[in-house]
C-alpha cells in the first residue's frame, strides 16, 4: 500500500522568510513518481512538480526548489524569499508509473500563511 | 497540459437530491479521475473513469451512490445521488495522460443543507 505522510499540519511564517514542507513517501513500486500540488483559496489544484523516482537530483524553479531523498522516502518543497501569494494549502502526492497505476495517493496537505 | 473545465463551479443542494458534475477536457485524454475532498480534508479518489466502459470504483464508493459515465475522450460526468449534509464537498476531476502528470480541474463546491 501506499502512503504519503505531511507531519505539518500548518506552518505561518513572515514574508521573505524561506519555509520547507515536509513529505514522508511509503511505496512498495520500484518506480513511482512523486507530486507537489498546489491548492490557493480558490480551490483549484496546481501542478507544481513531478519527480520521477529514477531521478534524485534536486530542482529549483524560481524561489521553489525540491529535495528528493531516496534513502529517508523523503521529497521536501522549500519556498525561498516567500511571498504573500505563497499562501496556500500544499500537496504531496505518489503515484506508480505503469498505465493503469496512476491513481494519485495525497498526504494530509499542509496549510502554509505567509504573514505580510 | 490540455484545459480542463467543471460545471457548476458551485452549488446549494437539498437534501435528498442530486446532483450530475460535468467535466470537459479541450483535447483527447486516456484517463479521467473523480476526487471529493471534504472540508479541511485532503483528496480520495472515487473511481477512474473509463471510456466505453463502467468505472472503477475505490473501497468505500459505489454506483449508485456516485455513477459516473464517460461517453468520449474528451468528456465524463459523476453524480452524487440522494445527497445528504455529509456529501458537503469539494469535487474534482483531472485526467492524464500517458502514466504520467495529473492535471486536475477546478473543482465543484457542493453544499447539501
Known amino acids: 500500500a501506499q502512503k504519503v505522510t505531511q507531519a505539518q499540519t500548518e506552518i505561518s511564517v513572515v514574508e521573505k522568510e524561506d519555509v520547507t514542507l515536509d513529505c514522508v513517501y511509503e511505496?512498495?513500486?520500484?518506480?513511482?513518481?512523486l507530486f507537489w500540488y498546489k491548492q490557493p483559496p480558490s480551490g483549484e489544484l496546481v501542478f507544481l512538480i513531478r519527480?520521477?523516482?529514477?531521478?534524485?537530483q534536486n530542482e529549483i524553479s524560481g524561489r521553489y526548489s525540491w529535495n528528493f531523498q531516496k534513502s529517508t522516502s523523503s521529497f521536501n518543497f522549500t519556498i525561498t524569499a516567500s511571498q504573500v501569494v505563497d499562501s496556500a494549502v500544499y500537496f504531496c502526492?505518489?503515484?506508480?508509473?505503469?498505465?493503469?497505476?496512476?491513481?494519485?495517493?495525497f498526504g494530509t496537505g499542509t496549510r502554509l500563511t505567509i504573514i505580510p | 497540459s490540455a484545459v480542463i473545465s467543471q460545471k457548476p463551479s458551485r452549488d446549494i443542494c437539498q437534501r435528498g437530491t442530486s446532483l450530475t458534475i460535468q467535466c470537459q477536457v479541450d483535447?483527447?485524454?486516456?484517463?479521467m479521475f473523480w476526487y471529493r475532498q471534504q472540508p479541511g480534508q485532503s483528496l480520495t479518489l472515487i473511481a477512474t473513469?473509463?471510456?466505453?466502459?463502467?468505472?472503477?470504483?475505490e473501497s468505500g464508493f459505489v454506483i449508485d451512490k456516485f455513477p459516473i459515465s464517460r461517453p468520449n475522450l474528451t468528456f465524463s460526468t459523476l453524480t452524487v445521488s440522494n445527497m445528504s449534509p455529509e456529501d458537503s464537498s469539494i469535487y474534482l476531476c483531472?485526467?492524464?495522460?500517458?502514466?504520467?502528470?495529473?492535471?486536475f480541474g477546478p473543482g465543484t463546491r457542493l453544499l447539501v443543507l
Open positions: 483535447s483527447q485524454v486516456t484517463m
Open positions: 519527480r520521477n523516482s529514477f531521478d534524485e
Open positions: 483531472s485526467y492524464v495522460v500517458s502514466a504520467e502528470t495529473q492535471y
Open positions: 511505496t512498495r513500486d520500484t518506480t513511482y513518481y
Open positions: 502526492a505518489l503515484s506508480g508509473t505503469n498505465f493503469g497505476n496512476e491513481k494519485l495517493t
Open positions: 473513469a473509463n471510456q466505453g466502459s463502467e468505472a472503477t470504483y
